[in-house]
């Protein structure tokens, strides 16, 4: 696997056959997708909740995605995550194979493109670095040793993220009417954290870091690095999402769409790559266990509202996901009830 790894290779070598999207596919030129302020940021510090809430819904239905400000999470905390990830990804990738493989079951893994690289037609242009996150005092023993600071730092940071998480949660349940603890019952106790490092790009006008997709998480709040290179597709046009110091990015998944019965939208977006300058990014899945029924919420449905989606354990629901590639289409066509 060390070999494969971009990071690798990337160096002085034009962008591989393997890597070159279809026409179709490819960003173009970075310079035509609009980067601004243009997706809403939430003040969580703010005392009034019904504003919060409001805001949180309001951008959970128009965009799928929002910034988060004042969140509680420290600035401290959040330097030295993003300064260990990216110390882990400078590592030699054989050091990063070894200190990944330490788990039978994999909890803990690094990889390079997709988890699908095999059968991938196109790589993408990233490497990852995903583990189990809860309960932390089993898996963490599978984290890496190296940096020496991962894990006592790594640790904190994903408790105090998924504390974040479970608020967000909570609004978005007083938003849609639904009980406020309907997330945690299994819902979000599954969390996974993948941090993707998106090296240097000869031509970022001919590949991808991700691909257009949505995630099958119920929401993801990902840590920005400095650098640009992500776009959220809305109103059939890609636009940029500026990086805003100490902001967390947050968006909605596909399986919140199906819980909520289509009021939020599990958003499409991709990460672009830069020819000058690497991108280290975390994102903080919050998934549901394998066992719990993904379906729309039963005070969301009745005569007049019934159900939009079809009821699935959530493992059935991340066979179909895979299959259809992260697709909105297709998994509109695989969870639609409409389908029956």
């Known amino acids: ?51 919060i809430i409001q805001q949180i819904f309001e951008a959970s239905q128009d965009f799928g995605f929002f910034q988060v400000i004042n969140h509680g999470v ?33 909890s803990c893994s690094v990889y390079t493109g997709s988890q699908n690289y095999a059968k991938e037609k196109f790589h993408l242009w990233r490497d990852g670095l995903l583990h189990l996150c809860n309960p932390q005092e089993k898996y963490i023993q599978f984290w890496p040793e190296k940096p020496t600071r991962y894990r006592e730092v790594v640790g904190p940071y994903t408790t105090e993220v ?15 009417g639904i009980s406020p603890g309907h997330f945690s019952s299994g819902l979000a106790e599954n969390p996974i954290l993948l941090v993707n490092h998106y090296p240097p790009c000869p031509d970022p006008s001919l590949t991808l870091g991700q691909g257009k997709h949505t995630d099958p998480s119920i929401i993801n709040i990902l840590l920005q690095s400095e650098v640009y290179g992500l776009q959220v597709f809305k109103d059939k046009e890609w636009i940029g999402v500026k990086p805003i110091p100490y902001a967390f990015v947050v968006n909605i998944g596909y399986p919140l769409q199906i819980i909520c019965n289509g009021k939020l939208k599990g958003a499409e977006h991709r990460v672009v790559t830069n020819s000058n300058l690497a991108r280290t ?35 059935d629901f991340l066979i179909k ?20």
């Open 281 to 315: 990014t975390a994102s903080f899945f919050i998934n549901p266990l394998d066992e719990i029924i993904i379906e729309p919420a039963k005070t969301l449905v009745d005569a007049s509202n019934p159900a939009l989606y079809r009821s699935l354990l959530y493992k």
């Open 162 to 176: 998924r504390k974040l998480g479970f608020r967000i949660l909570e609004f978005i349940s007083r938003g849609l």
């Open 74 to 106: 420290p600035n401290h905390l959040m330097d030295d995550a993003m300064s260990v990830f990216k110390e882990f990804h400078a590592m030699s990738g054989k050091d990063k194979t070894i200190e990944c493989s330490k788990d039978p079951n994999k």
């Open 321 to 340: 996901y895979v299959a259809a590639s992260g697709n909105t289409r297709a998994l509109e066509e695989a969870f639609s009830n409409s389908t029956e």
């Open 1 to 51: 696997m060390e070999d494969l790894l971009v990071s690798s290779w990337c160096n002085d070598r034009a962008v591989p056959e393997t890597y070159i999207f279809p026409p179709e596919q490819r960003p173009g030129k970075l310079i035509d997708v609009p980067v601004g302020n243009n997706i809403p940021v939430v003040d969580l510090g703010v005392h009034d909740q019904t504003q």
